[in-house]
């Protein structure tokens, strides 16, 4: 694992934006070559794709061949709901870039067949040539995406109910009525992000401190499902100092001590020289 | 539920660069147009995978619906009062330069006039929609929100075509329904009153109402509003009539009391034309007409507009500033320009009179009655921003979205609501006009 740590939250969402830039750009994507790109929603990525946008209006980013996998989506909310994950990416993202709406895919929580959806998703991901670079969150309760406490580590795309935390703590979006909340939602599995190349888990605020700490100085366990990215290669966890509260003194001052070294992967690409 | 492509083949123009006026703010968004209409950009990117054909790059300006003009007597010389042969393209002319002052639909408006003149200029202009010809003039749209009415009341409908066609429940077959385009400035009108109105055609209710205006005007097909003195005896089923129908009533040039201009917003009046203007002046004991604004009366849910002509003459600032503050949302600009409006200073006929310009007042030839304003839509959206210290979006609502409302029309008109017609207005910081759009499509251009 790579643990990085920021400041605050800008710094955090900055790295985190540079860090996907970068990927994308040494990757080299074109139209045979796709790079697949795993996407959270929430309050904690918002810096992030505010970045994104930014380096894409500079010009130093495309997302013309770069294909979007979200992570999950409400059931039973219309697409056009203002709280709909649809409508946050549309938002916050995609409306600002000039991605190609058939290389982004979102679970449609409004099928008739929700299971043939998400086995669908799955399909699609495969046929996608697998994920390159998964970017997700973490709830208070440490979940990804909606992998609540007691999900199967090794879960594929599904139908989840939501557990109450979760529904309390999305209310605030629903005009704080508890009954508006959506309860169910379509996600994709602990298993289906660990089969991505590289996982990168943004986490950011006090409130999310403790979840952290389960997820990275306890053991593996379905109570905390972001602990099972401790069996994955490749993972990166970028957080602000306030997410490091109930960290070892140890553990924040061996990955800070780390951080001129990793700082080496966000710098700016070298500009080539135009050849004739 | 993602569908497939094709819900139209149509080219899809996107506005970047700008502030928008929608959902009664200024917003930093693209504004995104097919086929006429403003588009929703998030539906066409889930449901049909679809992107921009041409994007048109707007400075940093601020697009706001297209201004509506309810009370407009003429302008460069054409006088819509004036009986002549060729009404239609009189009109047609001026619909076409108020597309400089951001103006892209209007109600014609003619002034008392005998008989004569309105049977034989009510018919020659068809009420049509806004092109690069002109601004539309308010009838067909109103035909097509006002089938919304109509099927409401299908056993009383008194169109010339049986409706066929439906679409989502409203039929957008060309019933003529009679209500629609022209705003008659009386000759139902109090002589008191009559400002620069000709006496000697003013006119009172004959028995049987409805009728009575039908021999005087000929025909009710295409016209908007109908401004008439509530206090003249006969009036109530006429305002109820007229309002059935679906024409706007508008309170004017009358010296009726609360009570009475009460009574008539109860029997379905919904505007009051150039408030201030040729009615009694507001009075602490009875406040008139003015007091409107802020009765007590008001049916539930019903909103009673006032045009104000903000041109710096016709009302003094501090009153145009109590009126608005009194009622905000019911502020409908409005130039109530004359056949000068355009022209260089001068003598000019207006309906069966001639006015005279001096500076930027337009006075009864002789007089000190003022006669009309010469001031363009643009410079009372100005003027009215500037004295009222109101925001840049209330001033645009003004002229655009409270008009539309007044005549049933938003949120086809008026507002830049998915779905909207897209007649939209580009201005600058200082509401300048730069561009004007019809159905998306340019239609004037500053500096062309």
Known sequence: MKLIILNDYDQASEW?????????????????????????TGSTPLGCYKKLIEYYKNGDLSFQYVKTFNMDEYVGLPRDHPES????????????????????????????????????????ITAAGGIQLFVGGIGPDGHIAF?????????????????????????????????KVPTMALTVGVGTVMDAKEVMILITGAHKAFALYKAIEEGVNHMWTVSAFQQHPQTIFVCDEDATLELRVKTVKYFKGMMHVHNKLVESPPSEPKKN | MPSNKSVSDAPITQFINCRILRDNELQREDLWVREGRILDPEKLFFDE?????????????????????????????????????????????????????GVTSFCPTLVTSPPEVYHKVLPQVKVHDGGPHGAGVLGEVLQ??????????????????????????VCFTSCKLPCAGFHLEGPFISAEKKGAHPEKYLRTFKSGGLEHLMEVYGSLDDVAIVTLAPELPGS???VRELSQRGITVSLGHSAADLSQAEEAVQQGASFITHLFNAMLPFHHRDPGIVGLLTSDRIPAGRVVYYGMIADGIHTNPAALRIAHRAHPSGLVLVTDAITAMG?????????????????????????????????????????????????????LEAASLHPAQLLGISPKKGKLDYGSDADLVLLDEGLNVKATYISGEEVWRKGQ
């Open chain 2, 343 to 395: 022209l260089p200073p001068g003598r000019h006929t207006l309906g069966q009179q001639v006015i005279e310009i001096q500076g930027l007042h337009a006075y009864v030839a002789g007089t000190k009655t003022l006669s009309g304003s010469i001031a363009t839509m643009d410079m009372c959206v100005r003027h009215f921003k500037q004295v009222s210290g109101c925001s840049v979006q209330e001033a």
């Open chain 1, 147 to 179: 992998n609540e406490p007691g999900s199967s580590l090794v879960s594929r795309t599904r139908v989840k109910t939501l557990a109450k935390d979760t529904i309390m703590a999305n209310a605030r979006f629903f005009d704080g009525d508890l009954s």
């Open chain 1, 85 to 124: 994950y649809h409508s946050f990416m549309w938002n916050n993202f995609f409306k600002h870039i000039d991605i190609k709406a058939e290389n982004t895919h979102i679970l449609d929580g409004n099928t008739a067949d929700l299971q043939a959806e998400c086995d669908s998703f799955e399909k699609k």
């Open chain 2, 144 to 169: 097509m929100l006002l089938l919304q009415t109509c099927l409401r009341k299908r056993s009383r409908c008194s169109g010339t075509r049986a409706p066929t066609a439906a679409e989502n429940g």
């Open chain 1, 16 to 40: 985190a934006a540079k860090y996907i830039r970068n990927k994308i750009l040494q990757f080299s994507p074109g139209p045979n070559k796709y790079f697949t790109l795993g996407l959270p």
């Open chain 2, 236 to 238: 109530q089923s006429v």
């Open chain 2, 49 to 101: 995978q679809g992107y921009a054909d041409k994007r048109v790059d707007c400075g940093g300006s601020i697009i706001a619906p297209g201004f509506i003009d309810v009370q407009i007597n003429g302008g460069y010389g054409i006088d819509f009062s004036q009986a002549s042969e060729d009404v239609s393209d009189g009109v047609s002319f001026v619909a076409k330069k108020i597309l400089e002052h």
